[in-house]
């Protein structure tokens, strides 16, 4: 009677191992299976391809769905993101500007309402007087076109009470010189109109009741009034400060700063009031005939990726203090395939921003490393493209820093040809790793390859469990290309085969995996891709002379 036991076990043990990781309780990151230490909690279901319910009227089951440059703070126990107006299809049109969503567990999130429905009125006011002190004629208020771009939002106490301080960015896309929409049968030799970054404040954000603040500042030009552009493949910019994606941040000190910019010329730092959360410095007129004279007013210039060029390719800072350093975070490329994630640091808040090797990120020295984000694809899935402008958070009452932004899917998933207009809001968590085993406290932040999931901790990740197959990825640049996993055999005896050669040793109480003389950092998130999703473990690091991150994933 043994024999048919053996039979169907053997039927039962394969078809775990070819379909997924079986139950998920079970399997903790390839080890020996052990209870689940949290009975409450569940691998999330939600499928990465939310087109069947990116309709309106079902936003209450969007969770991380339709996520655009999302930003992340901490309010009476929820934390709240907003970003970019935008949704698959445009279902959001309509329904008010910055709409965010909230989470207890930074994995099931619920819809909220956002600041404000109708473009705040100081907007077309600012953009008519600046217009008029140009001696240009008024734009009128029904033929202005209105973007609703990056918003930032952080909790900060103001007069002893603790509110949320949200800087949004609002864009004008006319013409300058003949205030007619941005279109190519429009266009008149002139670049468009400037952008506005204003300010709001809520003690009731889940009533969505925001009381606006106004004007903070707007995209500044260093060539006076000379607004001309050559034709529309002329990116030679002619504002040197392009007032989107704020970055909000206070020092050790308990100063206030402001960083902004995309593209064009870079990074401009603004020392802004505590109280009132507008500019220290009076601005003045928004253009000048120098950079140093507008500079001066509009702000210090802290990085670009290349000082001699206005259409400089990187976007979307965002700061974070830790440890004696200000790390930048920063976007490079066009949004929709190639966008990828990179960190620089500095001791100071007005730089110099050095990358891992040393590069010098506020002189524009070239392109910074390490990579936190790239796409990537990992097999048995279409994997992810345009995953960057993110947020930085540390999760309330913790050491553990959080990653988020969207992931857009691949063009034509499931015969879509609108899938890369699938935006999922990705939240991974950062490890800490060293730039390289010479350099064991030399630490930078790499977000994880798979998303969290607020795992349980099933207790010491053991050397013995680490041996087996992975899918590793090298995450090196190449330009609106998916990085594509291949294999990498850890074997019991210390050496490595398939993507890598050489050997492996793994520290235990630092969660350090060494791969011939690169250094990982190992933690348990679920296996997305994996059918069932299961837990597993992840991988991720580099070396200061790799210019690659390296991230895996143990497979079952």
Excluded at 343 to 368: C, H, K, M, Q, W
Excluded at 467 to 475: N, Q
Aim: glycine share 10%.
């Amino acid at each position: 009677m043994r024999q048919p036991y053996l039979f169907f076990l053997f039927i039962y043990v394969t078809t775990l191992w070819l379909t997924g990781c079986g139950k998920d309780e079970d399997i903790p990151g390839g080890e020996k299976p052990k209870p689940n230490p949290n009975p409450d909690w569940s691998i999330p279901t939600y499928a990465d391809d939310y087109s069947a319910i990116a309709s309106w009227s079902k936003r209450s089951q969007w969770n991380l769905a339709n996520v655009h440059d999302p930003s992340v703070a901490h309010y009476k126990g929820y934390y709240y993101m907003y970003g970019t107006d935008a949704s698959y299809g445009n279902e959001h049109d309509g329904h008010g500007h910055f709409q965010g969503k909230r989470s207890t567990d930074l994995v099931n999130w619920e819809w909220v309402g956002g600041p404000f429905y109708d473009p705040p009125v100081w907007v077309a006011d600012s953009l008519n007087a600046i217009r008029s002190r140009m001696g240009l004629e008024a734009i009128p208020k029904a033929s202005i076109n209105y973007g609703y771009w990056a918003p930032v939002v952080r909790r900060v106490t103001v007069g002893g009470q603790e509110i949320l301080r949200m800087y949004y960015c609002i864009i004008i896309d006319n013409y300058i010189k003949s205030g007619k929409a941005n279109t190519a049968a429009n266009f008149d030799g002139s670049w468009t109109e400037r952008a506005f970054i204003g300010m709001c404040e809520s003690t009731d954000p889940a009533g969505a009741v925001w009381t606006d603040k106004g004007f903070v500042t707007t995209s500044s030009s260093d060539r006076g009034m000379n607004y001309s552009r050559s034709s529309l493949s002329d990116w030679n910019a002619y504002f040197y400060y392009n007032a989107i994606d704020p970055a909000y941040i206070v020092d050790p000190g308990g100063k206030h700063w402001l960083i902004h910019g995309s593209w064009h010329s870079g990074f401009a730092l603004l020392e802004v009031n505590a109280i009132t959360g507008k500019p220290i410095n009076k601005l003045g007129e928004p253009y000048a005939d120098s950079t140093s004279e507008l500079t001066a007013r509009y702000g210090v210039r802290i990085g670009t990726r290349n000082a001699s060029s206005r259409w400089q390719g990187s976007e979307a800072p965002e700061i974070i203090y830790k440890d004696g350093y200000y790390y930048l975070f920063l976007a490079y490329d066009g949004l929709d395939v190639p966008y990828n994630t990179r960190v620089v640091r500095s001791a100071n808040i007005e730089g110099p921003y050095l990358d891992i090797t040393g590069r010098n990120f506020t002189n524009g020295r070239g392109d910074s490393y390490p990579i936190v984000t790239h796409p990537y694809r990992f097999n048995l899935s279409n994997g992810w493209v345009g995953i960057s402008h993110c947020a930085i958070f540390q999760k309330e009452n913790s050491n553990e820093w959080f990653y988020m932004s969207q992931g857009r899917l691949p063009a034509n998933v499931g015969g879509n040809p609108y899938s890369n207009a699938i935006m999922m809001g990705h939240v991974r968590r950062i490890v800490w790793c060293p730039a390289s085993p010479a350099e064991p406290d030399n630490l930078w932040p790499l977000a994880l390859p798979e998303r969290y999931a607020a795992v349980p901790d099933y207790g010491i990740i053991t050397e013995d469990s680490l041996v087996r197959t992975w899918e590793h990825l090298k995450l090196g640049y190449t330009y609106g290309q998916q990085n594509r996993a291949t294999s990498l055999t850890l074997h019991a005896n210390g050496t490595l085969s398939g993507a890598l050669t050489g050997n492996w040793s793994f520290n235990a109480s630092k969660k350090q995996l060494t791969l011939d003389n690169v250094i990982v950092c190992v933690e348990r998130e679920v296996d997305w891709e994996a059918n069932p999703r299961c837990v597993t473990l992840v991988y991720a690091g580099t070396e200061k002379n790799l210019n690659a991150t390296y991230w895996g994933k143990k497979l079952k």
